[in-house]
């Protein structure tokens, strides 16, 4: 990084027209830039939070060598984040000979936009779709029909319609569907020609400029950023920007340095052994939740809930842990399972518990021009004779989907035979930070696995928190959701022993 030459272009396909930018401020958005710089106003702004999907565009990236489309959301998305990428808009899917993209005339036919502002990101979901089965079509003819409306809800999730009532939206996602099927022989033909485009501007060495009072430096390497963080252990790190592009847009900060992750091999990979999961720090949940949810199946319904589409496709797992939050999601469900954490630095890497990062709120144990590297997920041990692991995560929100979390729970309990040998609970919302119920977990050990037991650890409970009272929920109805997830958590096992026993 010492020797990198200043003013390195950032280079992406708009559509098919390459675009070379140097020197632009690393916060602006691009859903700024589509508006106000290309004046491709389709792309619209409705939370500028990431919550309504109105400007939900595709991006076009090579992974491993192949290309793959996704849907995020432009306005949290940075521009230099772009590099290496194409990014497609509701502009672009219009045939050459004028007429209606199958995406667009489905949801003319099947009455699907009124107002029409939410219309251009409901598009742009569904064209992901649409490439996404053009590829994988043989994956998605398997789909059965009565799982259509589910898989098609997950899709659209991101995207929020005040008008429709998603009915005609449903409509039009079961014709993509069948129209992508139709359309899949040309993918391949019209996929090579943009790989060959991705393959040219491919950024393959550190990057860095400057923008008025900003600073951007993008590394290729583990060893690139270290350095940079170690010249400047202030600066904001950079990986999928859902927490981040909420600083600028929401609380108008200015960001004097940005460290984007995203072009470091290293941080992108996915390890898995007979013992653990490895999931570097730029991994999205999309890219990890086919090898967590292999490994620990209860975690699809939690991880569905978790946030959009759009979302996973941005975020990343390591980002929810760094950033500390006491409602984040994943904490609970890793602390339970026993996950660490690598962080490395100029010092040197070093390895701690999850659980052990969180100190207090707005504190964690990270130390100046420290990153986190990687998070290591321990496997689930069910090989040792009379010994039965159970792990369960929960969710409570205001809404189903896309709302951040009341209360989160995690609960990991080994028995043997009717006897709990250990117990790790981690609740998300109840505290400062995302921490155990220690004095609970006592209770249960050495203890019945059975009603008596859990009444009493219900009881434990209170001295184990303090839950705050705030908008979203108060102090008291924390306890008693807390209380009950354990007892639905109990209640579950003993149905699903009693179906088991009837099978």
């Known amino acids: 990084m010492k020797d990198t030459p200043p003013d390195q272009p950032i280079r992406f396909l708009l559509g098919n027209e390459l675009k070379t930018l140097a020197e632009v401020s690393p916060t602006m ?3 700024n830039y589509l508006r106000m710089e290309e004046k491709a106003i389709g792309t619209k702004e409705g939370c500028a939070e990431g919550d309504c999907g109105a400007c939900t565009v595709v991006l076009g990236e090579l992974i491993e060598g192949q290309l793959q489309y996704r849907a995020v959301n432009a306005c949290i998305l940075f521009l230099p984040m772009l590099d290496g990428k194409q990014l497609l808009t509701v502009e672009h899917l219009k ?5 209606l993209h199958p995406v667009q005339q489905s949801m003319v036919d099947r009455h699907a936009s009124q107002c029409g502002f939410c219309t251009p990101g409901i598009v742009m979901s569904g064209f992901a779709l649409y490439q996404n089965v053009r590829q994988n079509h043989q994956a998605w003819s398997e789909l059965k029909p009565e799982n259509t409306v589910s898989e098609l809800n997950k899709i659209y999730a991101g995207n929020l319609c005040r008008c429709t009532g998603y009915g005609p939206i449903l409509e039009s996602g079961k014709d993509i569907l069948a129209q992508a099927q139709q ?9 090579q020609t943009i790989v060959e485009q991705l ?4 950024p393959r060495e550190a990057k860095r400029w400057q923008h008025d009072q900003q600073t951007y430096i993008q590394p290729s390497n583990i060893t690139e950023l270290t350095y940079a963080y170690q010249q400047h252990p202030d600066a904001n790190l950079l990986a999928g920007g859902t927490d981040l592009g909420l600083w600028v847009t929401k609380q108008h900060r200015e960001l004097d340095t940005v460290i984007h992750l995203g072009h470091i091999p290293a941080l992108k990979t996915i390890q898995e052994t007979p013992q653990h999961i490895e999931l570097g720090a730029a991994v ?9 949810c292999k490994h620990f199946p209860v975690l699809q319904p939690f991880l569905e809930r978790h946030s959009s589409t759009q979302i996973r496709n941005s975020g990343t797992i390591v980002g929810n842990i760094a950033n500390g939050s006491p409602i984040g999601d994943m904490p609970p469900p890793l602390i339970a399972l026993g996950a660490s954490i690598t962080l490395n630095s100029a010092q040197g890497p070093r390895s701690l518990t999850l659980q052990d990062y969180f100190i207090d709120y707005g504190q964690q144990d990270r130390q100046p021009g420290e990153f986190i590297e990687k998070v290591t997920i321990p496997l689930l041990n069910t090989n040792t004779p009379g010994e039965t692991v159970l792990f369960k995560a929960y969710k409570i929100s205001k809404r189903q989907e896309q709302d951040i979390s009341s209360v989160s729970a995690a609960f990991y309990i080994r028995l043997n035979g009717g006897t709990v040998e250990d117990a790790r609970l981690c609740y998300g919302g109840m505290a400062g930070i995302p921490k155990r119920a220690t004095a609970t977990e006592k209770s249960l050990i050495g203890q019945a696995w059975c009603d008596e037991t859990i009444f009493n650890a219900c009881d434990v409970m209170i001295t184990d928190y303090q839950p705050l009272d705030d908008f979203r929920a108060s102090s008291r109805y924390r306890m008693t959701v807390a209380q009950n997830l354990l007892r639905k958590f109990f ?9 088991k026993q009837h099978a």
Do not use: F, K
């Open 183 to 191: 359309d899949a022989a040309a993918y391949q033909a019209e996929a």
């Open 199 to 202: 393959q040219a501007i491919q």
């Open 29 to 31: 958005t691009v859903l």
């Open 491 to 499: 209640i579950e096992h003993r149905l699903d022993n009693q179906e």
């Open 95 to 99: 045939e050459t000979n004028g007429q």
């Open 284 to 292: 999205t949940y999309s890219q990890a939740m086919p090898i967590l």
